[in-house]
C-alpha cells in the first residue's frame, strides 16, 4: 500500500486549505484513513479519519467545525478541508491507513510521507 499527501503549503490565519491522500496498492472497503499532524518539537497527533465504506468520521477536538474529512471511494482518495486555518495548525500533515476508527498512531499500519502546512500571523 502506498500513500501521497497533497495540497499542503502557505497560507494566512482565517484561510482554508485542502489536501488529499491518494492510496494506491492493496485497500479495502473497510479500511479506515486517518489524518495526523506533527507541528516542529511535538508529538505526532492525530486530527481526523474517516471510514471508507459507511463515510463515519471523528475528530481531535482541536480541530472540530473547522477541519472536514471525505473520501472519493471510486479516487481511492480522501479529503482533509481545512477551514479558519490558525498558525497553531501549521505542521507537517500525514494521512495513515487502518482497520480501525481510531485516534491511535498504533492502530494505522501504512504512513503517507506528509505534505507542510504553514500558516501565517
Known amino acids: 500500500v502506498q500513500l501521497q499527501a497533497s495540497g499542503g503549503g502557505l497560507v494566512q490565519a482565517g484561510g482554508s486549505l485542502r489536501l488529499s491522500c491518494a492510496a494506491s496498492g492493496r485497500t479495502a472497503s473497510s479500511d479506515v484513513m486517518g489524518w495526523f499532524r506533527q507541528a516542529p518539537g511535538k508529538e505526532r497527533e492525530f486530527v481526523a479519519a474517516i471510514r471508507s465504506n459507511a463515510g463515519s468520521t471523528i475528530y481531535a477536538d482541536s480541530v472540530k467545525g473547522r477541519f472536514t474529512t471525505s473520501r472519493d471511494n471510486a479516487k481511492s482518495t480522501v479529503y482533509l478541508q481545512m477551514n479558519s486555518l490558525k498558525p497553531e495548525d501549521t505542521a507537517v500533515y500525514y494521512c495513515?491507513?487502518?482497520?480501525?476508527?481510531?485516534?491511535?498512531?498504533?492502530?494505522?499500519?501504512?504512513w503517507g510521507r506528509g505534505t507542510l502546512v504553514t500558516v501565517s500571523s
Open positions: 495513515a491507513l487502518g482497520g480501525a476508527l481510531s485516534w491511535a498512531r498504533t492502530r494505522y499500519d501504512y
